[in-house]
């Protein structure tokens, strides 16, 4: 167990559905940062929060949404799904802004779009 | 922009072989943190190994070891006496130093190692 928590682990939907992707991460880190990975494009940063707030973007899309609580755990929210959201979402999280202490990975959401 | 590259796409070896993954990255940060992970088939990303920019010294871990040269730019990675358990996707990652560009990791597209018996 690395300590970040991904909920759900698969998820199977429609097309134009949303859904949410849950990330708790790892005791005292306070950066949560999103990744898709998929077939085509490999492994993309898509957004990182620091201590709730937005620090960096990355390619994420327009239908994408994230936020950070103040108990620190995020969510990743999808919507108007396409077929070619269908990827692995992993979280991963640090103590500081950057990955001076290291980056810790949950195992990640399979998200099927049908 | 920063950027990794692994030009290698799949590699496949026998079992016992040596087998070097190689790995290029660019960036304007003077400092910088370089990583390996490694992604089993059952889907997770282990880390492997982080150096920063200041640290050149070649890095040995059991069968594992990782040459860096900054003059080249790159942080090869090398499995000694290949086993079948290596059998993986292998990623090389960089990410900015505290202070500089960015805190995300820039993944290389990864390299697929098939080790076989």
């Known amino acids: 167990d690395s300590g970040v928590t991904q909920t759900p682990k698969h998820l199977i939907t429609a097309t134009g559905q949303r859904v949410t992707l849950r990330c708790s991460p790892r005791s005292g880190d306070l950066s949560v940062y999103w990744y898709q990975q998929s077939l085509d494009q490999g492994l993309q940063f898509l957004i990182q929060y620091y201590n709730g707030e937005e620090r960096a973007k990355g390619n994420i899309l327009e239908r994408f949404s994230a936020q950070q609580f103040p108990d620190l755990h995020s969510e990743l929210n999808l919507s108007s799904l396409e077929l070619g959201d269908s990827a692995l979402y992993f979280c991963a999280s640090s103590v500081g802004r950057h990955g001076d202490y290291g980056y810790t990975f949950g195992s990640g959401t399979r998200l099927t779009v049908v | 922009a920063q950027k990794v590259t692994q030009a290698q796409t799949e590699i496949s070896v026998v079992e016992k072989e040596d087998v070097t993954l190689d790995c290029v990255y660019e960036t304007r940060d003077t400092t910088y943190y370089l990583f390996w992970y490694k992604q089993p088939p059952s889907g997770e990303l282990v880390f492997l190994i982080r150096r920063n920019s200041f640290d050149e010294q070649n890095e040995i871990s059991g069968r594992y070891s990782w040459n860096f040269q900054k003059s080249t730019s790159s942080f090869n990675f090398t499995i000694t006496a290949s086993q079948v358990v290596d059998s993986a996707v292998y990623f090389c990652?960089?990410?900015?130093?505290?202070?500089?560009?960015?805190?995300?990791?820039?993944f290389g597209k990864g390299t697929k190692l098939s080790v076989k018996p």
């Open positions: 990652a960089l990410s900015g130093y505290p202070g500089g560009s960015q805190g995300n990791l820039i």
